[in-house]
């Protein structure tokens, strides 16, 4: 009986279509819930802005046990190497070279003709060979291109080191049995295809994406594309449904976590969909990519480093060896340094910066029977700018009205409360953590009101982000 793969492409579905905007806290949540239920591959976007995409990868990489994490690569040495710096950490990582191979899209996307292309692919496979055994190559429209030409190809890649080879019927136009013959005809056409994983991407144009891939995996096909949430391609809970059913009939299985499907799916629904609620961003945090690290007191920079790194921020020297320092004297008192203690030690002691903005003073009104208010007074630049925003609560009130101030929004990706001191005049201290151009930006804020503690940390957080805006 055959083996059946699904990889999961949610996240690059995502980003591609620009329909839907994950942050990277979702992003994490949807790793960890894939990873558990069984998918082969975890599929991520590859990197464009190397130092924000690059933490990414790695943030993801420490949380695939697994799972394969398969990320993209485009066909030149500088951003195969910097892929596999980010990605090296996951258990299991499959580097992909992607090419379109059609006549009406090879010269319009990669600018290349027929012969270049193959050349060129070919080099970019042997590249990525050489730091991985699990190399993908990914023929873009690929049933819109000559059958003949598409053996040249498969036989060049798989040559230079590619272990899977996956078409892609990125036009939708295909009925299940002219998918089937297409796929027929390519084993015909290119024998290397018997040795290696052949995959298979199918749209949803026709509404009939489901019926393609089952009719490619019993054409031959043992890897399926899909998305654990509607994006118009496969779709991964009604193909890992209908691979389980009819194994027999189909002489394959499918090692996806049938039972545990719906609440999984109901889970990335969840978090992709768009009028998820507000309330959900106080919630969760990138801390949970390094969830349950233990640091002692014998532990080097380096390695507190990395840990800083996985939590999210991008530390300068002079940053890097403050949060060191203050962290030999946390560590000399305690047997073990959490995640949560470490990020306060960034908060507190790393980014520290001349204010942009300063607090003014505030006006909260809160109660039972009406929403509460906020008037927020800051100034900048010599000027008091005021603003007054509702708000699901006083500190959900003061955020929307510092944001009112500022004029921008950004997406806040932890907030806590925790005491400082003790007694009825205890000081409380607010740690907010704010995600701008995917860096997380920590403030720290400390009074004995926490929604003063609260505007505090925001504020400081806040002219972090804006001193590196200016300079």
């Not at 969909?273 to 507000?278: H, L, P, T, V, Y």
């Amino acid at each position: 009986m055959r083996d059946i793969r699904v990889s999961d492409i949610t996240m690059r579905e995502a980003a591609a279509s620009k329909a839907l905007s994950l942050s990277f806290k979702e992003k994490l949540e949807i790793v960890k819930i894939l990873d558990r239920i069984g998918v082969a591959a975890i599929e991520v976007e590859g990197i464009e802005s190397s130092k924000v995409d690059s933490l990414r990868i790695k943030s993801i990489a420490s949380l695939v046990k697994n799972s394969t994490l398969a990320v993209p690569v485009k066909m030149d040495d500088e951003s195969i190497e910097a892929v596999w710096s980010a990605a090296k950490g996951a258990q299991r990582v499959r580097l992909q070279v992607e090419a379109a191979v059609s006549p009406s899209t090879m010269e319009y996307i990669q600018c290349k003709k027929a012969d270049a292309l193959i050349i060129d692919a070919a080099r970019a496979v042997a590249k990525c060979a050489e730091l991985t055994d699990d190399v993908e190559f990914v023929a873009i429209d690929a049933t819109r291109t000559d059958v003949a030409y598409l053996a040249k190809v498969i036989e060049a890649v798989t040559r230079a080191g590619a272990k899977t080879v996956t078409v892609c019927d990125a036009a939708g136009s295909m009925l299940p049995e002219e998918f089937a013959q297409f796929i027929g005809d390519l084993f015909k056409a290119a024998p290397q295809l018997a040795e290696i994983e052949l995959g298979i991407s199918c749209c949803n144009n026709l509404n009939m994406a489901d019926a393609c891939a089952v009719a490619g995996v019993m054409a031959g096909a043992s890897l399926v594309k899909a998305t654990s949430y509607p994006m118009g391609v496969v779709a991964l809970d009604n193909v890992a449904r209908i691979l389980a059913a009819k194994s027999d009939t189909l002489d394959a299985q499918c090692h996806v976590r049938v039972t545990e499907l719906k609440r999984a799916m109901n889970q990335v629904a969840r978090l992709c969909c768009e009028d998820r609620s507000k309330a959900a961003q106080f919630t969760g945090s990138v801390s949970e990519a390094v969830e349950g690290v233990v640091l002692t007191a014998g532990d080097d920079q380096n390695t507190v480093m990395q840990y800083v790194e996985r939590l999210g921020y991008s530390l300068s020297d002079e940053d890097a060896a403050a949060v060191f320092e203050a962290f030999k004297k946390i560590a000399a008192n305690k047997e073990r340094v959490g995640a949560t203690e470490l990020d306060a030690i960034v908060a507190s002691a790393a980014l520290q910066v001349p204010p942009t903005y300063i607090l003014e003073g505030y006006v909260i009104n809160a109660g039972l029977s009406f929403k509460a208010t906020s008037h927020i007074s800051l100034r900048k630049d010599g000027e008091v700018i005021e603003a007054v925003s509702l708000g699901d609560g006083p500190i959900d009130s003061s955020f929307k009205s510092i944001e009112s101030v500022v004029g921008k929004h950004y997406e806040l990706d932890d907030f806590r409360i925790q005491a400082v001191t003790e007694g009825r005049e205890a000081m409380g201290e607010s740690i907010v953590k704010l995600i701008a151009d995917g860096k997380v930006y920590s403030g720290r804020g400390i009074s004995t009101d926490i929604v003063e503690s609260s505007i505090r940390a925001y504020i400081n957080a806040l002219n972090k982000i804006a001193y590196e805006e200016q300079n």
